[in-house]
T-cell receptor, first 113, second 111 residues
């Protein structure tokens, strides 16, 4: 089955700790995205990548980092510099960038201990 | 700053009625428009996309686009309790730009 997987489903972060959220897709999509969703709010773009080894900051990149070493994978690291990381994190992909439909993974809920 | 606005709701309709969800956007250069459904605690799933002015129908769903007035709407006919969810409008501009999502409208279909 083709799709987007995210792991873990729930993640707990301690003060000062970096944590990494996994996103893998087997749809052969070129573009991948990371969004953050806070309760009752829409999605805000953190980072996106339209090609391997290249990525761009979105609207709220501070405190986050990404890599795109493989077409299938786009992990997101939430660093200790992100002071309010509690949110629902969604990874998406599309055939290419810009106007193509984005398809979402199941999400990771990050909580701070 | 490009903006996409939606009424947060909740919008309550009785089962079998037509639910009408509206979305307005600020960027006149926007090219493509998407409606996603998001159940509580789940990720968004695509319902429809529309690129051209007018109506586009898919089963019980109809998307309507009016670029001159900068709004896009989603009609759900014969609403079912299973349609109860938050509906997100997303708008995209020219090549190289990214989606802008609205805050979503929460729909409640009452049995």
């Amino acid at each position: 089955d083709g799709g987007i997987t995210q792991s873990p489903k729930y993640l707990f972060r301690k003060e000062g700790q970096n944590v990494t959220l996994s996103c893998e897709q087997n749809l052969n999509h070129d573009a991948m995205y990371w969004y953050r969703q806070d309760p009752g709010q829409g999605l805000r773009l953190i980072y996106y990548s339209q090609i391997v080894n290249d990525f761009q900051k979105g609207d709220i990149a501070e405190g986050y980092s990404v890599s795109r070493e493989k077409k299938e994978s786009f992990p997101l690291t939430v660093t200790s510099a992100q002071k309010n990381p509690t949110a629902f994190y969604l990874c998406a992909s599309s055939i290419s960038g810009s106007q193509e439909t984005q398809y979402f993974g199941p999400g990771t809920r990050l909580l701070v201990l | 700053q490009k903006e996409v606005e939606q009424n947060s709701g909740p919008l309550s309709v009785p089962e079998g009625a037509i639910a009408s969800l509206n979305c307005t956007y600020s960027d006149r250069g926007s090219q493509s428009f998407f409606w996603y459904r998001q159940y509580s605690g789940k990720s968004p799933e695509l319902i429809m996309f529309i690129y051209s002015n007018g109506d586009k129908e898919d089963g019980r769903f109809t998307a309507q686009l009016n670029k001159a007035s900068q709004y896009v709407s989603l009609l759900i006919r014969d609403s079912q309790p299973s349609d109860s969810a938050t509906y997100l409008c997303a708008v995209n501009g020219d090549y190289g730009q990214n989606f802008v999502f609205g805050p979503g409208t929460r729909l409640s279909v009452l049995p």
